[in-house]
T-cell receptor, first 113, second 111 residues
């Protein structure tokens, strides 16, 4: 069965540094998402992306965050200047349509030191 | 805005016991409803779904029925196994695609 793949599985970064999290969604999916899960807390929506533009974003997704689909297969999340509170598990997801189930990757654990 | 409220955990059961994890939601219109499962150290896996009122989603012995009148989507399983130990998330999705998750319920099944 096709999968959403995320790399790296664990990223350790110094506070203030830029970090890029990478995702390869399922190939025929059209909608792409990023979520985060701070340890022990609920899964929080960050951003949705469709037709090469952001369709919705949450309050968490401030100017430090950006997303890109650079080549038709990858979908990236960039955090420009990381803060301690950015430490979390980041999940990428994709779906065929807005109301259809989202398929999640295994996540990237981001640790900010 | 949309919200999902899940039964507080953790839930501890003996093997072969009956499981219910309650989930209620608040949303405008007619969202799709989902249960996801997260095993230790892993990502979120879709367990089952229902896209309209009275639909019953089922998978691996788990079931949930979309009840519009009570705005609920309770997860049930007749006989749990140790391998069902995980965190279970109820979620809803609207046309825009953004999913709203409940807080998650940790299930531990003891032999």
């Amino acid at each position: 069965e096709p999968e959403v793949t995320q790399t790296p599985s664990h990223q350790v970064t110094q506070m203030g540094q830029e970090v890029i999290l990478r995702c390869v969604p399922i190939s025929n999916h059209l909608y792409f998402y990023w979520y985060r899960q701070i340890l022990g807390q609920k899964v929080e929506f960050l951003v949705s992306f469709y037709n090469n533009e952001i369709s919705e974003k949450s309050e968490i997704f401030d100017d430090q965050f950006s997303v890109e689909r650079p080549d038709g297969s990858n979908f990236t999340l960039k955090i420009r200047s990381t803060k301690l509170e950015d430490s979390a598990m980041y999940f990428c997801a994709s779906s065929t349509g807005g109301r259809w189930p989202q398929h999640f990757g295994d996540g990237t654990r981001l640790s900010i030191l | 805005g949309n919200s999902v409220t899940q039964m507080e955990g953790p839930v501890t059961l003996s093997e072969e016991a009956f499981l219910t994890i309650n989930c209620t939601y608040t949303a405008t219109g007619y969202p799709s409803l989902f249960w996801y499962v997260q095993y230790p150290g892993e990502g979120l896996q879709l367990l089952l779904k229902a896209t309209k009122a009275d639909d019953k989603g089922s998978n691996k012995g788990f079931e949930a029925t979309y009840r519009k009148e009570t705005t609920s989507f309770h997860l049930e399983k007749g006989s749990v196994q140790v391998s069902d130990s995980a965190v279970y998330f109820c979620a809803l999705t609207h046309n825009a695609g953004k999913s709203t998750f409940g807080d998650g319920t940790t299930l531990t099944v003891k032999p």
